[in-house]
């Protein structure tokens, strides 16, 4: 069975009812919700953000879908605790995504990076590392809750520029240019950190620990932790 399907793993989205059509909307939606573009409205401490039917019908043509169907699919998706819809006061219609059932599942906890050779966790002892969300073909999922990345916006070129050199002097000439010397950050919101990474199991494979401890460390200097209690 094909591991992934879009950005999201098969398995995943089998255990949470999710059918292809969903899985596309889903996709687009994401998008939308990464882009920063789309008008947004906090409610709960939760970021949601504006959507129109007619706009999804005119980005998503493939679909062929009415408006009738369109509410069907986003609807299914709520009961499915996948999205949560709230109207505005002037009744505009805004989502938000639920990432954690999309990417860790109904019954999975979040797991921080394993070392798959020895079946323990390398980074137990290390509380400041960020989590591993999951790995996609060329893209790594990072927890970052735990900075106040809403309040305090991350540079992405100087993260990228500042993570390349952390991991050039531990990878060889062939490692770094095939995983990181193309390396982007897709996405940042408030609780995660998408990274394209070429190649990133590679990563995982031959240099387990190092990529989560650069991370951190990078991190650490550019984000503010959030108080806690």
């Known amino acids: ?3 992934y ?48 039917y007619p706009k999804i019908q005119s980005d998503l043509p493939i679909l062929h879908l009415s408006i009738r169907t369109l509410g069907r699919l986003l609807s ?14 002037d009744h505009r219609m805004y989502i938000y ?8 599942g109904r019954h999975r906890t979040k797991l921080p990076w394993v070392d798959q050779s020895c079946g323990q966790n390398v980074v137990s ?13 060329n893209n790594i999922y990072i927890d970052i809750s735990k900075y106040n990345a809403r309040e305090n916006k991350l540079n992405t070129e100087e993260f990228v520029v500042r993570l390349q050199e952390s991991l050039r002097p531990h990878l060889t000439n062939m ?18 950190l998408e990274l394209y990474i070429p190649a990133s199991k590679l990563l995982r494979e031959k240099h387990n620990s190092l990529l989560p401890e650069c991370i951190a460390s990078i991190l650490d200097d550019l984000l ?6």
């Open 1 to 3: 069975m094909r591991e």
């Open 5 to 52: 399907i879009y950005r999201f793993e098969q398995n995943i989205l089998i255990e949470i009812g999710v059918n292809h059509d969903q899985c596309l909307l889903l996709d687009y939606l994401i998008t939308l919700y990464n882009s920063g573009r789309a008008k947004t409205m906090i409610i709960n401490g939760k970021r949601y953000v504006m959507i129109t």
């Open 76 to 89: 299914d998706l709520e009961q499915k605790q996948v999205i949560k819809k709230a109207l505005s006061k």
């Open 97 to 104: 995504i639920n990432s954690d059932l999309l990417f860790y």
């Open 125 to 137: 002892h290390m509380t400041k590392c960020p989590i591993i969300v999951s790995y996609n073909i």
């Open 175 to 192: 490692d770094y240019n095939i995983c990181v010397k193309n390396i982007e950050v897709e996405s940042v919101t408030e609780d995660t």
């Open 224 to 229: 503010q932790k959030k108080d806690t209690p």
